[in-house]
């Protein structure tokens, strides 16, 4: 545990990719199985421990200090962890002999014995075990504890830099660690064994694995003139859930069919009706959608359906999921990733004729023969065939027609080319400490327009937003909100807004949609700030009516 906690600590401190590299790779080059491969597990999001949650660390610290001061120290320091790391006492009911003294772990703690707890012990006998280990370590310890825990490493290391640091022992390439990947478990000792030149290169036994994804670019002027667009094919940028559905038969025959998230995520259970549609074997990437009358719905109907572990008929009957499909990884048994995807796109056409229509159509390319009828295309989708779906279209994709399927977000292949946000003009009301290196400035913001209340001009919260500032600027912003605070709620603070004080953002977003959960009556997707006009009088920031003639036809 003492090693796993200096290299997260290490690593959190670290901001240079390269060195985060070398530190990881040195980590697992020196650390013996099977800790090396639950730390690589940590890392890469492959934990998850059913009965240890945020909530029992918060019960936890509240048996062991004034409620009042964690709360303060809480909204001071802005991580769980750290605060509850820096706090704990060592004089606790549970505390004996054996607790550390500073910069010591007594008895030491190994990262297998604790991930092993983490998985058995039940729900009634996990505080007073956690506490034990709180007990026995230091603040390093403890915060790298916890930070297991609660799942949130926050440490600057994304599970594709891992696994390329797990690449590197090896020598081979990071995406042969991808495609194998979602076949292992942790502590991945035949991984390993691979890279080490131990053992063959590991082999999925799934019928129904999931394969890595492959992400675009946003789309620069500068591609434009690298690209032949004879050379290209262009479709619509959905508006849904970027999923994956396979299917096959295990060694019974039994059909295995499974529906996952862009991370891998099984989110099958919430989608029967899309498992059971999928009655050939093969591997589909596409976009999650509800659709009504052969129409596409807005994301908020599509948000019904995420995050169910069950759904009802009535659900089923009221928001129908569908998938339209961009590209086809597997064909039957044969796993085609590597063809040109012009041929990828036929063989869809086939496939999806062979499952017959229902939940599953492909995504239409846009006709084009220059970059200027695809600026044109992109600006008005209604117009370039995508009719009544026009309203669900984000933008569009940009793809080389010779363009493998590469598992992460590889260059020269595929864009993203997304419509132009909208902006409006909108009134800082609340300010909310950051998290992590944010955590000492003011970096989450509420902010709302004007309309007319029962007592006149009010203003109505209608989004927040935590970056498209610069450093500099929410320095600037901090300063602001500590000046011209109101009143405080808990870690929120309310930052004078009228229509003769107040600061102005200019809020960029992507989309509005009716919503019953804000007061407003309107919720924003992806809003993020554009600028700052410190020049602008709050009495001359927009109304509720200019967003609600934003809202899609039929929802204002």
């Not at 070398?22 to 009965?51: C, E, S």
């Not at 772990?105 to 034990?132: F, M």
């Amino acid at each position: 545990m003492n090693r796993f906690a200096w290299l997260l600590d290490r690593l959190a401190y670290e901001p240079r990719r390269n060195a985060k590299l070398a530190l990881i790779a040195d980590y697992l080059r020196t650390t013996r199985d099977p800790d090396r491969g639950l730390a690589l597990a940590a890392m890469t999001g492959g934990l998850v421990f059913r009965n240890a949650k945020a909530g029992l660390i918060r019960s936890l610290i509240a048996e062991r200090t004034d409620p009042v001061l964690f709360a303060l120290s809480y909204d001071y320091v802005g991580d769980l962890s750290e605060t509850v790391a820096l706090m704990w006492g060592s004089s606790g009911p549970d505390a004996g002999e054996e607790t550390a003294a500073t910069g010591h772990n007594r008895p030491p703690l190994t990262l297998p014995e604790v991930v092993d707890g983490l998985h058995t012990a039940g729900r009634s006998e996990l505080p007073r075990l956690i506490a034990s280990w709180l007990d026995l370590l230091d603040e390093t310890g403890r915060w790298a504890l916890l930070k297991l825990i609660t799942g949130s490493l926050r440490i600057g290391v994304s599970a594709r830099l891992a696994k390329t640091a797990a690449a590197s022992l090896g020598g081979v390439p990071a995406d042969e660690v991808e495609h194998v990947w979602h076949g292992l478990e942790p502590p991945y000792l035949a991984l390993f064994a691979w890279l080490e030149g131990r053992g063959p290169r590991p082999e999925a036994t799934d019928p129904a694995p999931f394969r890595p994804v492959m992400l675009s670019h946003p789309i620069e002027e500068g591609d434009f003139a690298k690209l032949d667009p004879a050379a290209c094919t262009a479709e619509w940028k959905w508006d849904g859930i970027r999923v994956q559905a396979v299917s096959g038969r295990d060694a019974e025959g039994r059909r295995v069919t499974r529906l996952y998230s862009r991370t891998g995520e099984d989110i099958g259970p919430a989608f029967p009706d899309l498992v059971e549609a999928l009655t050939e074997d093969g591997a589909l990437d596409g976009e999650l959608l509800v659709m009504r009358e052969a129409t596409v719905q807005s994301f908020n109907t599509l948000q019904q359906r995420l995050n169910r572990k069950t759904v009802t008929a009535k659900m089923l009957a009221e928001h129908p999921a569908h998938i339209r499909v961009y590209d086809l990884l597997v064909d039957g048994q044969e796993d085609i990733r590597a063809l040109p995807l012009a041929e990828r796109r036929q063989r869809l056409g086939a496939f999806l004729s062979r499952l017959g229509a229902g939940r599953f159509d492909i995504s239409p390319e846009i006709a084009f023969a220059s970059w200027e009828a695809l600026a044109a295309a992109r600006a008005d989708p209604a117009s370039a065939g995508a009719g009544a779906d026009a309203e669900a279209v984000e933008g569009c994709m940009i793809k080389r027609r010779d363009a493998p399927y590469l598992p992460g977000r590889p260059k020269g292949y595929w864009w993203k080319w997304k419509r132009e946000a909208r902006l409006v003009d909108c009134v800082l009301m609340y300010a909310q400490r950051g998290h992590g290196k944010r955590s000492s400035f003011y970096s989450d913001f509420t902010f709302g327009v004007w309309r007319q209340g029962e007592a006149g001009e009010e203003l109505v919260p209608v989004g927040k937003a935590y970056f498209g500032f610069t450093d500099e600027e929410l320095v600037e912003l901090d300063r602001y909100v500590r000046k011209h605070t109101l009143n405080r709620f808990g870690p929120v603070r309310e930052v004078r807004h009228g229509r003769d004080g107040g600061l102005v953002f200019e809020v960029a977003f992507e989309g509005l949609q009716r919503s019953t959960r804000h007061k407003s009556g309107v919720a924003m997707r992806f809003p993020r700030i554009n600028r700052i006009r410190w020049d602008k009088p709050p009495a001359e920031a927009d109304r509720i009516e200019a967003l609600e003639q934003l809202l899609p036809p039929g929802a204002a």
